[in-house]
DNA sequence: CGCCAGGGCCTCA
DNA sequence: TGAGGCCATGGC
């Protein structure tokens, strides 16, 4: 048992609430939309490049379900070209726009966790981060995310490395406290360590997990 | 110029 | 079930 609680106080100390997802949307569907949408969108790509191609959306009013549908595939993929695999993408948020045909926010709302859990990886384009990050933030179900900064950081701070991401995320789970505002908060407090101290080849001067890191790269 | 970014699918052992 | 190739643009 890892009190991974005290690294989450620690980075909640240091970097201050996080208040993930970002969304430009006050309305709740279009919020939700937005979210699903930007879950695509920023797979192995940088957040900088989902922002812009969501303004674009936005400036079109594309965010929500109807509009989703009816624009063409050309439009769609040019419009969120610069955030790279932008065919493969488009493809991902067609596939996923005719899902919530059948399984609409309400539905999804209303079903049990793993149930959802369970729909949104037959969709094409949902694996296993996506269908987490749809989960927690886009309808505040109690799923941990994991990500490659969570990898990478966890790696290296405790030196574990489990093979599969169930194995990752069954730990986390399992020594976090089941709780929505907290998978979300510290889900986002590391991946801004990622961005900023955790990096690739790290910096470790200033990080504030420092004392705990095991591989204390100097 | 090369590396990297809030992955996932497909193929092939 | 796991490793490797592929998808691709933009920031640094």
Known sequence: ????????EKLVEFFGYQRWWPTFSKNKKEKFIEICVGAILTQNTAW?????????????NLLNQE??????????SS?????GFYKEKARKIKAFINFLKKNPYEKLKRLKLEEVRKKLLSVYGIGNE?????LLYALDKPSFVIDNYTKRVFSRLLGIDFKSYEEWKDFFESNVKKDTFIYKEFHALIDELAK?????????????????CKKNFK
Do not use: W
């Not at 048992?1 to 989450?8: A, D, V």
């Not at 900088?48 to 079109?60: D, F, G, H, S």
């Not at 419009?79 to 955030?83: A, E, R």
């Not at 996506?130 to 749809?134: E, F, V």
């Open 130 to 134: 996506t269908a987490d990050a749809i």
């Open 48 to 60: 900088k490049q989902v922002e812009t191609a969501i303004k674009k959306l936005r400036e079109k």
């Open 1 to 8: 048992m890892h009190n991974l609680h005290t690294i989450y």
């Open 196 to 212: 900023n101290y955790c990096k690739k080849k790290p910096i470790c001067k200033g990080c504030p997990l420092n004392d705990l």
């Open 67 to 76: 509009k989703l549908e009816k624009v063409s595939f050309a439009e769609l």
């Open 79 to 83: 419009l969120i070209k610069n955030t």
